[in-house]
Structures are given as C-alpha cells and as structure tokens.
Antibody, heavy 122, light 110 residues
Framework: EVQLVESGGGLVQPGGSLKLSCAAS????????MHWVRQASGKGLEWVGR??????????GYAASVKGRFTISRDDSESTAYLQMNSLKTEDTAMYYC??????????????WGQGTLVTVS | QSVLTQPPSASGTPGQRVTISCSGS????????VSWYQQLPGTAPKLLIY???QRPSGVPDRFSGSKSGTSASLAISGLQSEDEADYYC???????????FGGGTKLTVL
C-alpha cells in the first residue's frame, strides 16, 4: 500500500523556520519526483515546489512566492522528502501536502498525496 | 488569481450530468496535459483524471475528461450525493516552470 506521511508542522512566529518531512512507502521513492503543494484554509491548491530524482540530478524548482526562502531536499536511503521553510510569513499559513508526480508518455500528474501537515505562522 | 480559470461553483440534482470547465493558455493547457483532482471535505486531494481523459483504476466511469486547445472540462454523469466536493484542474506551465492549478470548483448536489 502506498503511503505518504507528512510531519513537522506546527506554530511558528513570523521570520522563523520549520522543516517538514514526507515519509514514503509502497513505491520506488528513489525513482520518483516529489512535490509540495499547500492550501490555505478555505482556499485553493498552490504548488510550492519539487525535487526530481537522481537520474535528473535532483533538480529543484520553486514557486515565485517561496523562492529563496524554501528549500526542498530528499534522502533516498530513508525514502523521505523534506521542505525547509525559512523567513516564514503569515501568508505561508496553510496545510502542506507532499505528492508524488508520475510521468509517462509526456504526461505528468500527482498520483499519490499525503494527508497533510498544518503550518501556522503567527 | 489562479493561472487556470474554473467556475467557483457548480450544482446539480442526483442523476444529472454536470460539467466543470478549466481555461488556460498556450504555456499550460495549450502545450501540456491536464489532470483533475477531487477533494472531499477535510481530506487530501485525490487524482480523478490524468492525461486529459484517463481514469485511474477505481475511479467510476461516471467521471470523464476532455481537452481542446487551451480549455479542458470535467464531466460527471449520474450525479450522486457523494460527488459533493471541490474539484481542481492542474497542468504544467512552461513559462512559470511549475505546476499551476485552477482555483477550484465547489460542486453541490441539490
């Protein structure tokens, strides 16, 4: 059974830092691109960023709203992805989801999602 | 303001067919495939449609997707009360070099 389990959320003051984890199981984590998506309360989904696999040089990419403040990393030996969040702002308050992005034949989509971890900046 | 445009709400009665539209541009829907996600209240999003019109195993064939040019749509036939949820379209955007989502459509089953 595929599982993505996020952890590390909590309450942090503006300007502070927090590191989220996403523990994966049930699929080949090392060959998967992992993404983070967030959702403020009552709002829509917002893409945060991604990290590709070793074959793609662990390339990262970020939304403009978090670039320079957030860093995504991974530990394939632990099947875990991370989201390091620095210089947090009140507008970063949201539920944070990790998701696996599956690509085939030039088409990509998020096939697995975690249950989310709540980050409150206040 | 979301890059992909969806109507904020849609509704229908049980058994009806409803469609939800998703409008984009040449850098996203015009050059990449669309996927759709269903989010039931208090839960994580779930993949509903991928590669414009493909259903993952376990998704009822009442759900179907299509795309033409820079627009896409999700159709739900034989509407059921359990379909009441938020629906999001998504695609890769070549200009932004990231994934873009629609603002979401809240579907109400009357």
């Amino acid at each position: 059974e595929v599982q993505l389990v996020e952890s590390g959320g909590g309450l942090v003051q503006p300007g502070g830092s927090l590191k989220l984890s996403c523990a994966a199981s049930g699929f080949t984590f090392s060959g998967s691109a992992m993404h983070w998506v967030r959702q403020a309360s009552g709002k829509g989904l917002e893409w945060v960023g991604r990290i590709r696999d070793k074959a793609n040089s662990y390339a990262t990419g970020y939304a403009a709203s978090v670039k320079g403040r957030f860093t995504i990393s991974r530990d394939d030996s632990e099947s875990t992805a991370y989201l390091q969040m620095n210089s947090l702002k009140t507008e970063d308050t949201a539920m944070y989801y990790c998701a696996r992005r599956q690509c085939s034949g030039g088409s990509c989509h998020f096939d697995y999602w975690g249950q989310g971890t709540l980050v409150t900046v206040s | 303001q979301s890059v992909l445009t969806q109507p904020p709400s849609a509704s229908g009665t049980p058994g009806q067919r409803v469609t939800i539209s998703c409008s984009g541009s040449s850098s996203n829907l015009g050059s990449n495939t669309v996927s759709w996600y269903q989010q039931l209240p208090g839960t994580a999003p779930k993949l509903l449609i991928y590669s414009n019109n493909q259903r993952p195993s376990g998704v009822p064939d009442r759900f179907s997707g299509s795309k033409s040019g820079t627009s896409a749509s999700l159709a739900i036939s034989g509407l059921q009360s359990e379909d009441e949820a938020d629906y999001y379209c998504a695609a890769w955007d070549d200009s932004l070099d990231g994934v873009v989502f629609g603002g979401g459509t809240k579907l109400t089953v009357l």
